[in-house]
């Protein structure tokens, strides 16, 4: 309408556009924070996953070499059976902590 007067000036309309971007804005760096938070707390699960896989292979691979140090060599005297028991106890031992289940905290 030609003669009228806008109830609304360029500037306040500016501003008010501006305000709008700017609460989009936030709620979009929000969104992605959260999905960030959301990523680093399975990222942190996955670790503690491996350090476990790893732990109990260092305990396998470890019982498994202790099994192996205790068979005597070609030639060698054979130990005492109670010496035997021991390091096969030991190596037994190795290996269940290795192989238990980990409660899940």
């Given at each position: ?56 292979a ?39 902590l ?8």
């Open positions: 309408m030609p003669g009228k007067t806008s109830l609304v000036s360029p500037l306040e309309s500016r501003k008010r556009l501006l305000i709008a971007e700017s609460e989009l804005s936030r709620v979009q760096l929000s969104e992605e924070g959260q999905m960030i938070a959301h990523e680093a707390r399975a990222l942190g699960h996955q670790a503690k996953t491996v350090a476990a896989w790893a732990s109990s260092a305990l396998l691979v470890t019982g498994f070499t202790a099994l192996r140090r205790g068979l005597p060599r070609s030639g060698a005297a054979k130990s005492p059976w109670l010496l035997r028991i021991l390091k096969g106890a030991r190596a037994a031992s190795a290996l269940w290795a192989l238990r289940p980990r409660n899940r905290n």
